[in-house]
Nanobody, 127 residues
């Protein structure tokens, strides 16, 4: 069982930066791929980034590639999302999630492969 709590959201001007954190409880954190997703008002939740349980591989949505960086610290049971060059279209509630399958080979980007979700943190980018 993994419980997740996001933090670090807020209001920022376009072009600015924010770092989101997701603290996990449970001894199995280090064996699960971790993902970030987001949901804008009136839109479906979408994939943003994922990092493998070992930290060795990352994958990003095209919309954030080159601007966002996902990382993790397994000793601290925490995953991060560093967001730079933020745009108004990045405005959304951001969620971290843990892959259902421990020690997965590769990564997945579909919502139904993630079984543990945080409560979300709001990110608002003003123009």
């Amino acid at each position: 069982q993994v419980q997740l709590v996001e933090s670090g959201g807020g209001l920022v001007q376009a072009g600015g930066s924010l770092r989101l954190s997701c603290a996990a409880s449970g001894r199995t954190f280090s064996t699960h791929n971790m993902g970030w997703f987001r949901q804008a008002p009136g839109k479906e939740r979408e994939f943003v980034a994922v990092i493998r349980w070992s930290g060795g591989n990352t994958y990003y949505a095209d919309s954030v590639k080159g601007r966002f960086t996902i990382s993790r610290d397994n000793a601290k049971n925490t995953v991060y999302l560093q967001m730079s060059s933020l745009k108004p279209e990045d405005t959304a509630v951001y969620y971290c999630a843990a892959d259902l399958l421990p020690l997965r080979i590769g990564v997945v980007t579909t919502l139904n492969e993630y079984g543990y979700w945080g409560q979300g943190t709001q990110v608002t980018v003003s123009s």
